[in-house]
């Protein structure tokens, strides 16, 4: 049976020129496994370290990812992408959706595949203490003002200003990601107790982790970023698979 296959945060263009190269390569063999036992793939965020859909540039950072892309939509592959808090900003009419035939999301979503309930989100914003992002940060930044202000800003100076941030804030992400697990796996609880979701898959924390409850289970797929990790669904379970 062909599979569903899940990924995140491989933040694509944070690192150095080899370090890069290297993610690339193993990029391609998950590519090449997807094109050969997939029936779906899922993207769940932070695929980019950046990204904002211009009307006509694209960076040159990319296109070797965006070219893999589009052999897997073309095999027959479908793909949906979702924004994360690195690369929100893409949008269904924007490159990804328009040239890839990707499905844009930029909201958690609930959906059946294989017969099966899930709940599929990038995961930022979903521990109750992170109250910073929740109600200050991810509002500022996602507030159609902000978009229509930063998207008159020269292409190169938009890049490199997200290129700042991101850099800057990555050690602080990574110690304060471990706090939330907890929290992230009593959402998890909750999604399969109450509303009946049979699997939650997120990304976001960087650490990739299975966990059983009695009616569903929670999968955080880790990154491929540096644990290369992602997930994979025959129709009977999801487990982590390392590249």
Same mark, same amino acid.
């Given at each position: @049976?062909?599979?569903?296959?899940?990924?995140?945060?491989?933040?694509?263009?944070?690192?150095?020129?080899?370090?890069?190269?290297?993610?690339?390569? #193993?990029? $391609?063999?998950?590519?090449?496994? /997807?094109?050969?036992?997939?029936?779906? +793939?899922?993207? +769940?965020?932070?695929?980019?370290?950046?990204?904002?859909?211009?009307?006509?540039?694209?960076?040159?950072?990319?296109?070797? /990812? +965006?070219? #893999?892309?589009?052999? /897997?939509?073309?095999?027959?592959?479908?793909?949906?992408?979702?924004?994360?808090?690195?690369?929100?900003?893409?949008?269904?009419?924007?490159?990804?959706?328009?040239?890839?035939?990707?499905?844009?999301?930029?909201?958690?979503?609930?959906?059946?595949?294989?017969?099966?309930?899930?709940?599929?989100?990038?995961?930022?914003?979903?521990?109750?203490?992170?109250?910073?992002?929740?109600?200050? +940060?991810?509002p500022i930044l996602r507030n159609p003002v902000s978009v229509f202000l930063f998207g008159l800003l020269p292409a190169e100076w938009g890049f490199s200003l997200a290129k700042l941030v991101s850099s800057s804030s990555k050690l602080y992400t990574e110690k304060r990601n471990l706090r939330f697990e907890r929290e992230y796996e009593d959402f998890a609880r909750k999604m399969i107790e109450e509303r009946g979701i049979?699997?939650?898959? @997120?990304?976001?924390?960087?650490?990739?982790?299975? #966990?059983?409850?009695?009616?569903? #289970?929670?999968?955080?797929?880790?990154?491929?970023?540096? $644990?290369?990790?992602?997930?994979?669904?025959?129709?009977?379970?999801?487990?982590?698979?390392?590249?």
């Open positions: @049976m062909k599979k569903a296959f899940f990924i995140s945060d491989a933040h694509i263009g944070a690192e150095s020129p080899q370090r890069e190269r290297s993610k690339a390569e #193993k990029l $391609n063999k998950f590519f090449d496994i /997807v094109k050969s036992d997939g029936k779906i +793939l899922f993207i +769940l965020g932070d695929f980019f370290d950046f990204w904002f859909d211009h009307k006509k540039i694209i960076f040159s950072e990319h296109f070797p /990812v +965006l070219k #893999k892309l589009a052999d /897997v939509s073309n095999a027959g592959i479908e793909i949906h992408i979702f924004g994360g808090n690195h690369d929100w900003w893409m949008q269904q009419n924007g490159f990804l959706g328009r040239e890839i035939g990707a499905i844009i999301h930029r909201k958690p979503i609930t959906m059946n595949i294989f017969n099966k309930k899930f709940f599929l989100a990038h995961g930022d914003g979903i521990a109750p203490s992170d109250w910073g992002y929740r109600n200050l +940060l991810c049979d699997y939650v898959i @997120m990304g976001h924390l960087h650490l990739p982790l299975e #966990k059983n409850f009695n009616k569903g #289970k929670y999968v955080n797929i880790g990154d491929f970023y540096k $644990n290369f990790t992602y997930a994979t669904f025959d129709g009977e379970d999801i487990k982590i698979e390392r590249m």
